[in-house]
Every structure is written in C-alpha cells, then in structure tokens.
C-alpha cells in the first residue's frame, strides 16, 4: 500500500481507511498516492487531523494554493479531487465549497522533442539499463510506470506485438512491437534473467524485496532511479524546453503522425479513450498541413476554359 511522507496529522486508522477506499475505487498507484499526499498537506497546513477540519479551513487552504503558492492546473487538480475524495468518500462532508469549487482547465501543449534528440538521450544513458529502459518507452508509447511494470509474458515475439497491462484508467491495450526494441529487450534480459520481470530493482535492492516477499510492483526498478537518469541527462543537452520522461510518449504520437500513422491507431496504441484527447498532437506537427497543401493543388489545378477569348 503507498503511504505518503509521515504526518502527525494524517496517520493510523483514518490513513489506511482511506488507502483502502482508494483501492476500491480502483484507483491507479499515482492516484492513489497523489490524493493521500493532497490530504496529508491539508492536515499539516491547519495543524489537525482532516476529520476535524472546517469547511472555513478547507477554503482557505486551496486560495493559499491558488494565490499564494501559484500552483499549477494539474497540480491543484489532483489537490482537489484527492480532497473532494476524502470528504465524500472516507470521511463524508456535505459541504458546498466541494460541490461549487472549479478551477480553470488550461490547456498546454505538450512538449515534444526529435528523433535525434530521443537517440541522444539514450545515447547519453550511462547504463545498459537504461539506455534499454528509454527506447523502450519511446519505441512502444509507454508511460513511466508502464515500462516499469513490463514482464516477459507481456512480449508476444511471434505477432510483433507487447500487451501492456493495466494502464491508465485500468485499461489494457496491445502496442506494436519493433524489432529493435525485441533485440534489446531479449539482450538486457541476459544480463539479469529475471523469471518475470523485464525491468527488476537493481542489485542489493532485488535481494531485500525478494526476501521481505513483496508485490511485483514493488520489486521493478524504481521511478526515482529514471527520473533522476533523465536529470543528469538534461543537465547535459540543453533541449530548450523542459524534457522529462514522458517527453518520450508524446514525442512516439508525434512521430507516428508525422510519418502518415492515423490518428484512430495512435489513439489505440496510446490507450487514449477519446480521440480528442489523440487530436492535440495535430497542433504539435504540420506535417498534416503540408499533405493537404499538396493534394489540395493536385485536386485543384487550373481547368481548361472554353469561353470566347
């Protein structure tokens, strides 16, 4: 079960009440742990457990977010629906600052980054790990915990294809497997040949999770070990924008679009449920653009005129 940074004010049975009601609601592992990290700095900015919080204290903690801290969208977000969580679920609150409560959706395009700068960072991965770790991600349109989470019955070699498994909102879904991601896939898995695992913890760390018999999940290699792997590497190459991981997956959708994929395969192979959510990547390319400009002057070239000269 994830468990937030301690907290005097957040912990024992209220904690784990609500660990558990996120797990029946069937929510993701950085759901999960995004809303109980949201009540937890609830608790410590009024300085009391959050069953004890008033509604008066709930509204002053998301302005101080808002207006003082300057938090981004997607964080206040999260902040909202893991407190709105909360107080409607675990610890109920009929209360109208949750039911009148919007905040505004802004929506940023994501950053993309070329071809020569995916090869780049993988060629500036200081271990074979990792360096297999990120093409993998970039070559499948995979998500950090995706790609972690990635075992060898998920590879079906003979169709070309890898069943990613329980990605965002639950679903499955089947990407097409490149050859070289195969190869060096099959070639990483030589150095450890974990009986399940495509990307187990390291070492030391495999040992002591084997031993203490924990989860799957627990025993892949660790996020922090890639977020800090990226760190150094864009510490290195300045991209002139912000590059994290993710930076991949949508570099993999604006890639296969710029090649002549449709966006009804992208969307699939993203596990996006609209493709609305797939169409974003039209305004990261113009390669669409450039198509139409050449069939458009192919379907309308000048006719011929028969009117007296």
Not at 94 to 111: C, I, R
Not at 124 to 151: C, D, K, P
Not at 163 to 173: E, F, I, L, P
Not at 257 to 280: C, D, F, P, R
Request: glycine content about 6%; charged content about 25%.
């Amino acid at each position: 079960m994830p468990r937030s940074t301690h907290s005097n004010y957040f912990t024992g049975e209220l904690y784990t009440r609500m660990a558990e009601d996120l797990h029946l609601g069937g929510m993701g592992e950085r759901t999960h742990a995004g809303y109980l990290r949201a009540v937890r700095k609830l608790a410590e900015f009024c300085k009391t457990s959050p069953d004890k919080i008033t509604e008066d204290q709930l509204r002053r903690f998301f302005l101080h977010m808002k207006n003082d801290l300057h938090y981004a969208y997607g964080t206040l977000r999260v902040a909202f629906s893991g407190i709105k969580f909360f107080y409607t679920r675990t610890c109920k609150r009929d209360w109208d600052s949750l039911k009148q409560m919007k905040l505004q959706n802004v929506k940023s395009l994501p950053e993309v980054i070329t071809r020569k700068q995916v090869l780049q960072i993988i060629a500036l991965a200081r271990t074979q790990r990792m360096a297999v770790y990120f093409w993998t991600v970039y070559s499948l349109g995979l998500r950090m915990q995706e790609g972690l989470n990635l075992q060898v019955g998920d590879i079906d070699a003979e169709r070309g294809m890898v069943h990613v498994h329980h990605g965002k909102g639950a679903k499955d879904r089947y990407v097409p497997l490149p050859t070289s991601t195969l190869n060096l896939l099959r070639e990483y898995w030589c150095t450890h040949r974990h009986r399940k695992l495509l990307f187990p913890a390291d070492g030391r760390a495999c040992r002591i999770i084997a031993k203490r018999g924990r989860s799957i999940a627990q025993a892949t290699m660790s996020p922090t070990t890639v977020q800090h792997a990226v760190k150094l590497i864009t510490k290195q190459i300045d991209f002139g924008k912000k590059v994290s991981l993710h930076t991949l997956r949508h570099s993999y959708a604006t890639h296969l679009l710029e090649a002549g994929v449709s966006l009804k395969a992208i969307q699939k192979y993203m596990g996006h449920s609209s493709l609305q959510t797939t169409m974003i990547y039209l305004h990261l390319t113009d390669s669409a653009e450039v198509n139409s400009r050449k069939v458009i002057e192919q379907m309308f070239q000048k006719p011929k005129m028969n009117w007296p000269q």
